[in-house]
């Protein structure tokens, strides 16, 4: 029986080659042929997407582009650049000396294929290095009355600590609390009022868990704060775009930071949920929220992308990203998840309360370790970490 082969990395695919026992300078010859990689290139104008075309036809690829392209009747035109790893690379040599700006593209490609052959494998915070080569858990800590899953619970300075400490014994890997509700419709809360139910129980996590505190905020004052008193990462849900003071405060204190992508408010991001181009917007959108950190003076080695499941998006969107959650890899830097109870599974699954969605998250956390993020952030600590842990040693049998 023919069957096609599923060889999800080089060293999958080199191991086949073995099985077949093709012989060593026979593997170095077909790995790059068995690696076929779409490449979406924005608005080119048609002059140079028409040099794209030819060049890499020549090498026996191909891309795909606008009518009148050919005509240059068209002012712009995105490109999809078809063909094997190889064949990129070989479309990159031979744009070194082309007009229209294809030689920087050049080397943006050959960037984004350096990216996917070596995804990071660590995330840099103040005080320490944490590990990428098995999935993180980031356990949620909620010191709110309203957010939408557990609201409520954990007000008492007693209650959080002991259920933070409950989450590290069953393997979180990172502590994210949050002090603001960030629910669909949440109103907001003053940076005084956010320290006032978040500062307590920093304090007394901050000395009693061996893993690191991560502070769910996008407000300068509160994470200024949260990092003088012991926590090492800041969860910005507006990837900077709410507190330009944010980015300082947090390469000054050296910290790790997510960036999330976002659109509107909590107040008001589920009024508008359509878009034209839903990972080429969240991509855009973080690639500025990067820019902005790095000018901050973060480094790159500190930073996590969020594409912001939930977050003004719909059911469709939700689930289009985790489907094509690699496209966002391209970007260069760990990716981190959050979909644990969110009412997208709700509405797929009719389960209307959110302690009833622990499978429906359980799938949504298998596959986006599959697609390949790093960083989990879930309710349920014990139960994600066992699906984390499982999918990925199907997908990454060779990785520690």
């Known amino acids: ?180 509700s960030t629910r669909p419709g949440a109103p907001l809360v003053s940076a005084d009022e956010e320290l006032r139910r978040l500062l307590p129980v920093l304090e007394q996590l901050a000395g009693r868990v061996q893993v690191p505190i991560s502070i769910d905020t996008w407000k300068a004052p509160v994470a200024e704060a949260a990092l003088s008193a012991g926590a090492e990462i800041i969860n910005d849900i507006s990837g900077l775009t709410f507190d330009p003071a944010l980015a300082e405060v947090v390469a000054r204190h050296r910290a790790g930071l997510v960036l999330m992508h976002t659109r509107g408010t909590p107040a008001t991001m589920q009024q508008e949920t359509g878009y034209q181009d839903l990972l080429g917007e969240i991509a855009d959108f973080l690639q500025a929220s990067l820019q902005t950190a790095l000018e901050a003076g973060s480094s790159p080695e500190q930073l996590v992308l969020d594409p912001g499941i939930g977050f003004g998006k719909d059911t469709a969107g939700n689930l289009e990203i985790l489907r094509r959650l690699p496209e966002l890899a391209g970007l260069g830097y760990p990716l981190l998840v959050g979909s644990s109870r969110k009412r997208f599974i709700g509405t797929l699954l009719k389960r209307e309360q959110p302690e009833e969605r622990l499978l429906g998250t359980a799938a949504t956390v298998a596959l986006a370790v599959a697609q390949g993020a790093q960083v989990l952030r879930v309710h349920d600590v014990q139960a994600m970490r066992d699906v984390a842990d499982m999918t990925h040693s199907i997908v990454s049998p060779t990785t520690d």
Request: proline share 6%; with cysteine; glycine share 8%.
């Open 1 to 180: 029986m023919i069957r096609p082969l599923i060889l999800r990395s080089t060293a999958e695919a080199r191991r086949e080659l073995e099985r077949i026992g093709v012989d060593p300078a026979g593997i170095a010859r077909m790995l790059p042929k068995l690696e076929l990689l779409p490449i979406l290139v924005p608005k080119l104008r048609p002059a140079a997407a028409n040099i794209l075309k030819q060049e890499l036809l020549s090498l026996g690829g191909d891309a795909a582009v606008a009518r009148g392209t050919v005509a240059c009747s068209i002012d712009t035109t995105d490109v999809l650049l078809i063909g094997t790893r190889k064949q990129l690379t070989g479309l990159c040599a031979k744009l070194t000396q082309q007009p229209f700006g294809l030689s920087a593209l050049a080397e943006q490609v050959r960037q984004l294929l350096a990216t996917l052959t070596a995804p990071p494998t660590s995330w840099r915070l103040a005080r320490r290095v944490l590990s990428l080569k098995r999935p993180l858990i980031m356990g949620i800590l909620n010191v709110t009355p309203d957010s939408f899953s557990d609201g409520g619970r954990f007000t008492h300075v007693e209650s959080a600590v002991a259920h933070a400490l409950q989450m590290v014994e069953q393997g979180a890997n990172i502590i994210d609390i949050g002090a603001e």
